[in-house]
């Protein structure tokens, strides 16, 4: 028997959200970023469900491989290119369209052969990860476009704080890396917005745009919530309760006995812990949902279990469902408790833990 734990992926969800992002995208190709495993949702799901997408962006050779085997034969973007002289033949034969980020990139393309490698050049205009700089731009793709069997069709960046304001505070704004762009955008074909850029500012323009976490119903700004962006949380972590004890006050709860019951407590034990994606630094009182209500976690999460306080939940019980994150629970609440941001919970989902799909 599988452990009472699931993630399940509406796929209805998915299919809202992405025709939500092509209303923001007035127009511009719409990339669906796959990476991570469709951010925990499982890259064969997010095949079915972005089907009306122009093309998938994802990391991985391997990843591109299994978005073919599901079926996928529109475009396929590689954020991060290649990372080795192996994977280029394979790019060619799955027609995967890998970014150039780096020279050493260039002197690997020089070495092998090519007969129709469509390639997008990264620009750095701010972010200070990967790309050539905006003057260096033209030259370069000169270079790449004068390799046999190989094109440059079009340019890419990545803004560093696309969920603020246009022309925010702080020393990168979206406003100041576009003011870097403009002089190639009269020149080249751009793709640079990300979800909240393209749901903020729709004066980013461009030919393209990138769309991942919106595409999975979260917000990518916390303060703001899914139903505010006409999202519809396509994720829903849940388990079963195992168990179901009365503890006197006083008494503690799990690993270094942080919660102490303050008046007759009714516990439930939840299989799932740690070792499945629920964060250990989630702190004591962050919601979960059972039988229609909210349960607040207390005492620390173990590796393969959780405790929640169900004492005003009389219907709780041993095979109760309860969401950890979810519609209910926005997986963005939860991740500000613990210090993070809902997409490091959506994919750091353990492996063991199985994705259905309605
Ligand atoms: C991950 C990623 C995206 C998608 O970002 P979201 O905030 O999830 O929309 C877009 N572009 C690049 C280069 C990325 O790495």
């Not at 009306?52 to 991985?60: F, T």
């Not at 299994?66 to 394979?90: N, P, Q, S, V, Y």
């Not at 370069?140 to 990545?158: L, M, W």
């Not at 006995?257 to 740690?274: D, E, F, N």
Request: glycine share 8%.
């Amino acid at each position: 028997m599988p452990r009472p734990i699931s993630v399940l992926i509406h796929l209805e969800a998915l299919q809202h959200n992405i025709a939500r992002m092509r209303e923001a995208a007035q127009g511009r190709t719409l990339w669906a970023v796959v990476k991570a495993n469709a951010y925990g949702h499982g890259l064969e799901n997010a095949v079915r469900g972005f089907a009306q997408a122009d093309g998938l962006a994802l990391i991985e050779v391997r990843e591109a491989q299994r978005a073919r085997a599901a079926g996928w034969t529109k475009r396929i973007l590689m954020i991060e290119g290649f990372f080795d002289e192996g994977d280029i033949a394979e790019l060619e034969r799955l027609d995967v369209e890998p970014v150039v980020h780096s020279r050493w990139q260039i002197e690997l393309l020089k070495k092998t052969s090519h007969t129709n490698l469509k390639v997008h050049l990264k620009v750095n205009s701010g972010m200070n990860r990967l790309g050539f700089l905006p003057d260096q731009a033209a030259a370069v793709i000169e270079e790449i476009n004068a390799i046999e069997g190989v094109k440059v069709v079009d340019i890419v960046t990545h803004f560093a704080n696309a969920e603020q304001d246009f022309d925010g505070k702080g020393p990168v704004t979206v406003a100041k890396q576009l003011e870097r762009m403009k002089p190639l955008l009269a020149d080249y074909d751009a793709c640079m917005a990300n979800s909240a850029a393209t749901l903020l500012h729709p004066q980013v323009g461009g030919v393209g745009v990138r769309g991942g976490i919106v595409l999975y119903g979260v917000s990518p700004d916390a303060s703001v919530t899914s139903e505010q962006l006409g999202l519809k949380p396509a994720m829903t972590l849940s388990a079963d309760i195992i168990a179901v004890r009365e503890i006197e006050p006083g008494e503690a709860v799990g690993y270094g006995s942080r919660w102490i019951a303050r008046r007759p407590t009714r516990l439930a034990v939840v299989a799932c812990g740690y070792a499945d994606g629920y964060p250990r630094s989630m702190p004591d009182g962050s919601p979960t949902w059972v039988e229609g209500k909210i349960a607040p976690l207390a005492g620390a999460v173990s590796m393969d279990m959780l405790t929640i306080d169900v004492t005003d939940i009389p219907q709780a019980r041993v095979g109760s469902r309860v969401e950890l994150w979810g519609e209910h629970i926005p997986v963005n609440d939860l991740a500000s408790r613990c210090g993070t941001i809902g997409y490091e919970l959506l994919c750091a989902v353990a492996s063991r833990v199985p994705v259905i799909s309605d």
